[in-house]
């Protein structure tokens, strides 16, 4: 079992910044891959960022690239994302997940574990 807790989420103005935490416990942390996903009101659950066990490789979609970044401590057991110039259509629940195999994946099924998820708004 993994569990996964996000914090860090907020009101932010558009063009602000935030960084959101997913502290993970329970088994090796760093034989996940994780990904970050974000549901806004009446929409489905979009993938935003995945990294792989290692670190080495990440995927961004594209409505993300080059605003947000995605980075992983290991000794912390702990997943980052850090989000720049934020814009309102950012505005969601972002949920931290993981997924053993080692690689990530856009797809919200093929992950195993889910936090509880963290509310991000962006005001224009």
């Known amino acids: 079992q993994v569990q996964l807790v996000e914090s860090g989420g907020g009101l932010v103005q558009a063009g602000g910044s935030l960084r959101l935490s997913c502290a993970a416990s329970?088994?090796?942390?760093?034989?996940?891959?994780m990904g970050w996903f974000r549901q806004a009101p009446g929409k489905e659950r979009e993938f935003v960022v995945g990294i792989n066990w290692s670190g080495g490789s990440t995927y961004y979609a594209d409505s993300v690239k080059g605003r947000f970044t995605i980075s992983r401590d290991i000794a912390k057991n702990t997943l980052y994302l850090q989000m720049n110039s934020l814009k309102p259509e950012d505005t969601a629940i972002y949920y931290c997940?993981?997924?053993?195999?080692?690689?990530?994946?856009?797809?919200?099924?093929?992950?195993?574990?889910w936090g509880q998820g963290t509310q991000v708004t962006v005001s224009s």
């Open positions: 329970g088994r090796t942390f760093s034989r996940y891959a």
């Open positions: 997940a993981a997924r053993s195999g080692g690689s990530y994946s856009v797809t919200p099924s093929r992950y195993d574990y």
